[in-house]
């Protein structure tokens, strides 16, 4: 039951569109090159394996699905507390599995695109969830890297002044995991760095953690990012 509605919830928080963007994305194309290839006809299925051509490309120039009705079912999903019930699962590490938490994770970092609901993410308690699980070395890669993922986009915009030194503390740690996660994209490690630099921004309680984390020798080879 649990996974089923972090299946349902992670699905509902995102277009189409970009559900078929990030399934190219791990295969290295963009949707545009993909368009272009399946117009010439060198790949005979779609991402999802059904078949090619002219027919799916208009197929998904129709989608009746929008970036402002996804946007709509975050607002509402996050007002009904959504992010809270995805702090409880988060947080069930008992009798919730993992594959379930990570799918809790990806819904958390697709509803917090929109900026509006990072601030009922944090108050939902949805980022001390995710920070806890992503500083914990005895969770699996994915779980922990998806967790990181939502503090790093959360901590964004959000002002790390209105958080108590306890939860800035705990999310360092969880950022410089992300920031030191080699199968990362150039967003994630971004968004993870710029978190960092707000984050770095209060005081001495976070400037000694990040020491004490070796913080300088995880980021350091970032300054070489493309």
Known sequence: AAYGAAYCLSCVVVTNK???DEALEDKGLTGEQYDKIQQLGNLPGDADGQSGGKENVSSRETDPD??????????????????RFLARLLSSSTVVSEPTRELCAMAVCRMCI?????????QQGVLKACSEIASNPKLQRALR???????????????PNLLSEHLRVGCVSALLHLC?????NNLQHFEAC????????CGYAEHENFFLLKGIH?????????
Not at 180 to 184: D, I, L, P, Q, V
Not at 218 to 226: A, G, P, Q, R, V
């Open 218 to 226: 995880t980021i350091h080879f970032l300054m070489f990012s493309d």
């Open 194 to 201: 710029l978190s960092l630099t707000n984050l770095m921004s």
């Open 145 to 159: 890297k998806s967790a990181a993922h939502a503090v790093a986009k959360i901590l964004v915009t959000t002002d």
């Open 114 to 122: 929109q900026l509006s609901v990072r601030g009922l993410a944090v």
């Open 18 to 20: 970009e559900l078929r």
């Open 66 to 83: 929008t970036l402002d009705l996804c946007k709509r079912r975050i607002l509402k999903i996050a007002e009904i507390g959504g992010f």
């Open 180 to 184: 030191g996660e080699s199968g990362c």
